[in-house]
């Protein structure tokens, strides 16, 4: 069949194939994952359940039902200080509809994105399918690939519309510093950005506090944020998510999304309310135990002659340096997989800047993560000269 000339050449990026392969095999240490390796607490899938019983099996309201969006933003004003308001928030599905609905309503052919060069994937893809052009914000490993101010300033061109923002940060494990922040939301100002800030890790920093990029002065107007579920409460599979931001932008994304979805999963969003209003302590347990997974495996791969790898500052991923090793970070992926049986996702999935590097998920335990380590250890001693 004749497909559309815009999408007849899309191929899948190296994590599926990845994927793919590991699927096949036997005895595989997984972590290529990118979900907690920790199940939905019962009383959120009862409270899923229950909403069913109580009839809520109805086309939902299109940008979210009224009760969890005001529980949305309590969360939001306990936590954070921040003033949003229910009309201002849209319920989607996963974070990752509310991204493409953002840039659908930002962007036009032509208009130029600005991203981290090395990020989550669909963000390249979604720039491509809203006929926008991406300007790669380039990393430094030594600042822990940290978004500078002065990066972004070089990067900037007239036709530069909307910023991506990603803290803490897949693949890489970054997080912004305040100082970071203040200067990013300077040029924002100055060169008319909007951003759309992913803090969909927002629950996983480990040392000090998120600092939501809406909070700072003159942000609020100029800013989508993007949470959700899937990562907070271990919520990957009920695929609920949203985004708060201008009642105009938000508006715009809620037409958008009726020819997308007709609203989201009235059950996810019935737990949801329950998860925020209840479990806390859930959060903080899977906080505690990847603050703990990720340093333990940061410094087993630190270890292993000709990889270097830091600890990240958040989120749950390392991303591993492999360039002594010689190899590009598709053979190293997929011969690791091949000989030692541990999937591990190529850098280059995440743009052309993360060749030279591996990204790990830390969703197994501590056991599994150490025997992972010294399975690459094996690798390496076996294959290098």
Request: glycine share 8%; charged share 25%; net charge negative.
């Amino acid at each position: 069949m004749k497909l559309s000339p815009k999408y007849a050449n899309l191929k899948p990026t190296p994590m599926l194939k990845i994927f793919q392969a590991a699927a096949k095999m036997d005895n595989v240490i997984n972590l290529g994952i990118g979900e907690p390796d920790f199940d939905t607490p019962k009383d959120i899938i009862e409270a899923g359940c229950s909403a069913a019983k109580e009839g809520f099996t109805h086309y939902p309201p299109v940008m979210g039902f009224f009760d969890l969006r005001e529980e949305i933003s309590s969360y939001w004003s306990k936590k954070y200080g921040l003033s949003v308001l229910p009309d201002e928030i849209m319920i989607t599905t996963g974070g990752i509809q509310a991204s493409y609905l953002a840039l659908q309503v930002l962007c036009e052919e032509g208009s130029e994105i600005l991203m981290p060069a090395i990020c989550f994937t669909p963000y390249f893809q979604q720039a491509d399918f809203v006929g926008a052009k991406v300007r790669a914000v380039p990393l430094d490993e030594e600042n822990q690939f940290r978004l500078t101010p002065e990066s972004l300033s070089r990067a900037i061109t007239p036709k530069s519309r909307v910023l991506i923002l990603n803290s803490p940060a897949n693949p890489t494990g970054a997080v912004q510093t305040e100082e970071d922040l203040r200067g990013i939301a300077k040029i924002a100002e100055e060169k008319d950005l909007v951003v759309i800030s992913d803090e969909i890790y927002e629950a996983f920093i480990f040392d000090g506090k998120h600092i939501p990029f809406s909070s700072l002065p003159g942000m609020k107007d100029r800013t989508i944020t993007i949470s959700g579920f899937s990562k907070t409460y271990a919520m990957t599979g009920w695929r609920i998510g949203y985004a708060f931001g201008p009642s105009d932008v938000i508006r715009a994304m809620g037409v958008i999304s009726v020819a997308q979805s007709m609203g989201v999963n009235t059950l996810a969003q019935k737990a949801a309310v329950f998860a925020l209003r209840n479990r806390d302590d859930f959060v903080h347990e899977m906080v505690n135990t990847y603050k703990r997974r990720t340093s333990v495996a940061a410094e087993a791969f630190d270890s292993i002659p000709s990889l270097k790898c830091q600890k990240p500052k958040g989120g749950f991923y390392l991303f591993v340096n492999i360039k002594e090793t010689g190899m590009d970070s598709v053979t190293f992926c997929m011969e690791a997989l091949e000989k030692v049986q541990v999937a591990m996702i190529p850098g280059v999935s995440f743009g052309q800047e993360g060749e030279g590097y591996v990204r790990i998920a830390c969703t197994v335990d501590e056991a599994k993560l150490l025997e992972a380590a010294e399975r690459v250890r094996r690798f390496l001693e076996e294959t290098q000269p």
